[in-house]
Nanobody, 122 residues
Framework: QVQLVESGGGLVQAGGSLRLSCAAS????????MGWYRQAPGKQRELVAV???????NYADSVKGLFTISRDNAKNTVDLQMNSLKPEDTADYFC????????????????WGRGTQVTVSS
């Protein structure tokens, strides 16, 4: 069993910063991709940023240059530093991991955290 636990959400004024953290625990052999998605009220879940085990990153156009994703492979954690936040960044942010649970099972499984709320006031 695998769990992803997010922390770091909250209320911030426009132009401010927040740092989200996510820790994966449980039966984990290796993690391929980790990242963050978000879902605003009435909208579909969308990619914010993802990072591979090798450090390759992919960002939504709307957050490029403003958000930075990083991970610690040894600790199975992924962080999202969010700067210059805007009201349109208000959403529930979900941690994501694509991983293998054992060395003999080559299948990859996707896991999601429960989400952490980010509210940016104008």
């Amino acid at each position: 069993q695998v769990q992803l636990v997010e922390s770091g959400g909250g209320l911030v004024q426009a132009g401010g910063s927040l740092r989200l953290s996510c820790a994966a625990s449980g039966t984990i052999f290796s993690i391929n991709t980790m990242g963050w998605y978000r879902q605003a009220p009435g909208k579909q879940r969308e990619l914010v940023a993802v990072i591979s085990s090798g450090g390759n990153t992919n960002y939504a156009d709307s957050v490029k240059g403003l958000f930075t994703i990083s991970r610690d492979n040894a600790k199975n954690t992924v962080d999202l530093q969010m700067n210059s936040l805007k009201p349109e960044d208000t959403a529930d942010y979900f941690c994501y991991a694509d991983l293998r649970t054992t060395s003999w099972d080559t299948r990859r499984y996707e896991y999601w955290g429960r989400g952490t709320q980010v509210t940016v006031s104008s």
